[in-house]
């Protein structure tokens, strides 16, 4: 059986050595990826910025309004939301059996008066006979003190007659001050305790903010930092403001202390449950970067993609971050002056990946030949 023909161990290296020069040709005639164009922010357009928190308007004083006496509500004359003034009759309790009350006690210190004039004669009568010695000294006593006694009822009656009319007045409930109703807590026919809460008066005397600030930024805020508020029904207005009181504890279930802007006095038109937004000023920084230029890096800290401007080629750069605003979020450490930031997009980019830099008009950023030639073409 014939033998199979190998080829010539020469033939076979130039083979090899033609194969391996055609590959590198083609590798050399493959086109490089082009550069992904990337929006950054310049070290100029990034600041410090301000931070805001969400609030609501309210007023300085709220006042829960409740009938010294208890009783049956008879009659209500007054709504959410209106207007009042001070000493106008808000509701007004049954007066039938307060008024009873105060009519009995005044019957019982009419007997006591007349119990007084009967001790008063005997008095009179008995000190007349001891003059005479027709009496012993003993019973003069006793005349003295039944006539102490009838005074002492008197003057006991005549406190509790007092405080059964004031009683009776009792049952008509009247504003404090000026001010408008902002909550009911009670309707006509329901029967009421002493203390039980019937409507909430909002008054007249000032409007202020109330948002919460986190555990972070509690020691931040002091009464008396002066700030500015912006309402969301009129968020090109700006009204001045200051932080007039902090609570002394954070609330159980959020966590959060709350705190009171006190506006000034132009801000008398600002209606009652608008949302608000408070600026605090932020921190000093130097720079902040966008929210969204903020990416997770491989050990789940925070870090930004910094473009290399002379290759045009990114590096994801660990950074610690400050307080974070509506669109912004200060930088503490990490971040140089002269960094370029990517604003958008981190998330589809990749170490050392080639980039093209541009500005948000759409102009190259950096001294790389692509961006000179499109900085000439212009």
Known sequence: MPQPRTMPSGLVLVLALLASLLMAGCGADAPEPAPRPVLVVMPGAVGAGTVAFAGEVRPREETVLAFRVGGKLASRQVDVGDVVRRGALLAELDPGDLRLQAGSVAAQLAAARAQLQQAQADLARYSSLAGEQLVSESSLDAARTTHAAAAGQVEALEAQLDVARNQASYSQLRAPADGAIAARHAEAGQVVAAGQPVFTLAADEGRDVVISLPEGRVDD???????????????????????????????????????????????????????????????????????????????????????????????????????????????????ADDAVVVAAGGHLLREGQRVRAVDRDNRPVGSAPAAVDAANAK
């Open 221 to 335: 805020v002091a009464v008396g930092l002066p700030v500015e508020v912006a309402l969301w029904s009129a968020p090109g207005r700006r009204l001045a403001g200051t932080v007039r009181e902090i609570a002394p504890a954070a609330d159980p279930s959020t966590r959060t202390w709350q705190a009171r802007i006190g506006l000034q006095a132009d801000a008398a038109d600002v209606s009652l449950g608008q949302s608000a937004e408070v600026f605090l000023p932020g921190e000093d920084a130097g720079m902040a970067v966008p929210l969204a230029a903020v990416q997770q890096d491989e050990d789940g800290g925070t870090a930004v993609w910094v473009v290399d401007t002379q290759r045009q080629v990114v590096h994801l750069q660990p950074v610690m971050l400050g307080a974070y605003g509506t669109e912004q979020v200060a930088v503490r450490e990490g971040l």
